[in-house]
Nanobody
Framework: QVQLVESGGGLVQPGESLRLSCAAS????????MAWYRQAPGKQRDLVAA???????NYADSVKGRFTISRDNAKNTVYLQMNSLKPEDTAVYYC?????????WGQGTQVTVSS
């Protein structure tokens, strides 16, 4: 069983930055992918960014050049640095750990971008 705890959400103005963190604990294998998804009200949950245990990354087109995903394997923690935030980035952000065909989710953290 895997537990994921996100932190770092909040209310910011357009153009500002936030850094999300997600700490994983439990039965974690060496090879896995950690990712951030987001879900705005009335919309589906979409992938924002993902990173493998080897460090390979991929991003949604809408966040390329603004968001950076990174991880600390020793701490089983993934980060999402979000710069130049826009109102359309407003959503609940969820952390996922995917390993051996199974995905585990965190509880989500709210990010609101508004003036």
């Amino acid at each position: 069983q895997v537990q994921l705890v996100e932190s770092g959400g909040g209310l910011v103005q357009p153009g500002e930055s936030l850094r999300l963190s997600c700490a994983a604990s439990g039965n974690i294998f060496s090879f896995n992918t950690m990712a951030w998804y987001r879900q705005a009200p009335g919309k589906q949950r979409d992938l924002v960014a993902a990173i493998t245990s080897g460090g390979s990354t991929n991003y949604a087109d809408s966040v390329k050049g603004r968001f950076t995903i990174s991880r600390d394997n020793a701490k089983n923690t993934v980060y999402l640095q979000m710069n130049s935030l826009k109102p359309e980035d407003t959503a609940v952000y969820y952390c996922q750990l995917f390993q051996r065909g199974v995905g585990s989710w965190g509880q989500g953290t709210q990010v609101t971008v508004s003036s």
